[in-house]
């Protein structure tokens, strides 16, 4: 897609777009089953994000179509003792368990577009742009195992699938964990 434009925000420089962010968090999960669930509220969604704006190695890039943000990706470098990635357990790879003790796991927290602009490639751009821009070598993320087409998505862009399923939180939905290792010239 030509016209799209890709823009980076680290840190707290987000905070600029902390609103747009919200509003395309609003628009793709306002969709069964996620309206009427608290923990995909928009108001817990904007306490996560604002939480993670401060932890370590915090970027968005955002996708814009003549003006309009499209799409969203964000994430952190992982803490090691996350409870999501330490409930793993033994089924963590070695080398990534090391990775992560070594601040060298990026964790993408959140790649959403919205609905009339699905299938058109923006959320593997928006994907490869901030994998390939981070230090980390290797990347990690939770997707619920029954959303579709994300869960598919993945798989082809070279993630595997480690562990049993996961929770965030006791009222979250079951996720499956997944690594990208790193590729030869990373």
């Not at 420089?13 to 309206?35: G, N, Q, S």
Request: aromatic share 10%.
């Amino acid at each position: 897609m030509t016209d799209l434009e890709l823009h980076h925000y680290r840190g707290t420089a987000a905070k600029e777009v902390l609103d747009e962010l919200v509003a395309v968090y609003t628009v793709v999960y306002d969709v069964p089953p996620y309206i009427g669930d608290p923990f995909f509220s928009v108001e817990s969604f904007a306490e996560r994000l604002q939480g993670a704006l401060e932890m370590n190695g915090f970027e968005t890039v955002t996708a814009r179509l003549a003006g309009e943000m499209v799409g969203l990706v964000h994430g952190v470098t992982l803490p090691a003792d996350r409870a999501w990635w330490t409930s793993l357990g033994e089924a963590r790879p070695a080398e990534v368990l090391a990775a992560a003790e070594a601040d060298q796991v990026f964790w993408l927290r959140e790649l959403m577009v919205l609905p009339k602009y699905t299938g058109q490639g923006i959320g593997r751009q928006l994907h490869d742009e901030v994998v390939a821009g981070r230090e980390e070598p290797w990347t990690a993320l939770t997707c619920i195992f029954d959303n579709e087409p994300a869960r598919s998505a993945y798989p082809r862009w070279g993630y595997e699938v480690i562990g049993g399923r996961i929770k965030h939180a006791p009222e979250s939905p079951e996720y499956d964990a997944m690594i990208l290792r790193p590729t030869p010239s990373r």
